[in-house]
């Protein structure tokens, strides 16, 4: 089914009305995943969503929640695109009688907040990173993401570092801490075989401790201070797997598969490459590791660690402090830290299963009290009712 452009959307009365607008929804970052479950929970409240993007692969779900789809050039950066984006949502917004407009990135939040000055549409933004600060212009720019009436941040972490650097006063940030899907993210749903399978490619024997470390393959991802760490437990049984995508041409991904060869465990390292299968990627695992030596805004791999009832090894700082339980969920270690990192390591494959699967069912209890999408979107969706007045927010359920 195509996207629909905006000839195609009829205005709906008095329903109320979101338009959330986004650069692209063409991969399964945060921001485009937070998208579609936000378009999805809007429709099932039974109010009205718009997404408008630049288009990808998750239009078709857009589609399929029963949002509608605008296509425009969002992703585009200059100032001259941005206007012109600014005047195209101006007009789809009159059109359409939209309630509230929520951006989600920064150049289209920019096109989106000039919109809704001219329309007098309130506006309302989602924090999804700490961006750069490497400069004045640069602050500038990110500032739009500031300028709603309410700012969403994705980690208590997001909105202190909202407060710190743009002066926003609490009152003025809402909370909606990322979450993962239960019904994809379920252990009871990952067969035996499936499990067996994985290992069998991974040429892991039976009863060996399996490490997981998912995450493209960057630097600030801190694969080096992983593999390091693997390097000072060659007399330990356990086999580690690298899942994330990776360019065979990157120097990165040499400097990596050379330094397993110098520190002898090049054969016990898999880099596994991106996985379209994450839930039985982690099933797979007795433990997962984020080992980022920048902060995570909110840090995805630990909450679906958890999820999946495996215990975390998790770097301390950023939204894993928010998201890790010490001793009770998993280990948080010092960012970078080589020692650190291996002495977490080696607790975790030299402790027994039985209370390694007690950690991970502690894991599993405890986001999927804190963690869902469910949540999130119930986070968000309560930040429109209160920026909404009650005669316009009277179709919520």
Not at 317 to 333: A, I, N, P, R
């Amino acid at each position: 089914m195509p996207p629909a452009d905006s000839s195609t959307v009829a205005p709906l009365g008095t329903q109320t009305c979101v338009l959330q607008v986004t650069a692209a929804l063409g991969g399964e970052g945060g921001v485009e995943r937070g998208t579609l479950e936000m378009a999805n929970y809007i429709t099932q409240r039974g109010w009205r969503s718009i997404v408008a993007s630049a288009g990808g692969v998750l239009v078709e779900g857009v589609l399929r929640g029963g949002s509608e789809h605008i296509e425009m050039p969002l992703a585009a950066k200059s100032p001259a695109a941005i206007f012109a984006n600014a005047l195209k949502l101006k007009n789809l917004i009159r059109e359409n009688n939209v309630s509230i407009v929520h951006a989600r990135s920064r150049a289209p939040a920019w096109a989106a907040y000039m919109a809704c000055k001219m329309t007098g549409t309130p506006f309302v933004t989602t924090f999804h990173g700490t961006y750069g600060l490497q400069s004045p212009l640069k602050k500038h720019y990110n500032s739009v993401m500031v300028r709603g009436r309410k700012v969403i941040a994705i980690s208590n972490f997001i909105a202190e570092h909202i407060m710190r650097n743009y002066g926003v006063q609490q009152h003025d940030i809402h909370v909606a801490h990322r979450g993962f899907d239960p019904r994809v993210f379920d252990p009871e749903k990952i067969d035996n075989a499936t499990i067996e399978n994985l290992w069998a490619r991974w040429n892991i024997a039976a009863h060996t401790p399996v490490i997981v470390l998912p995450g493209r393959l960057t630097r600030w991802k801190g694969h080096e201070a992983f593999i390091r760490a693997l390097g000072t437990m060659k007399g330990m049984a356990w086999r580690a797997v690298i899942v994330g995508g990776f360019d065979r041409k990157q120097t990165f991904y040499w400097q990596m598969q050379e330094l397993t060869r110098k520190l002898g465990i090049d054969e016990r390292v898999i880099f596994h490459g991106s996985s379209d299968n994450m839930p039985a990627i982690y099933a797979a695992a007795d433990i997962v590791v984020s080992a980022s030596i920048e902060p995570e805004a909110f840090g995805r791999v630990a909450v679906e660690g958890q999820a999946m009832g495996r215990p975390v090894i998790a770097t301390a700082h950023g939204g894993s402090l928010e998201t890790v339980k010490q001793g009770e969920t998993g280990w948080l270690v010092k960012p970078a830290d080589v020692p650190a990192m291996a002495l977490a390591l080696t607790d975790a494959v030299t402790t027994d299963l039985k209370k390694l699967r007690k950690m991970g069912e502690k894991g599993r209890e405890w986001v999927s009290g804190h963690f869902t999408t469910e949540k999130m979107c119930a986070a968000e969706f309560a930040t429109y009712q209160q920026i909404l007045s009650p005669q316009e927010a009277e179709g919520a359920a």
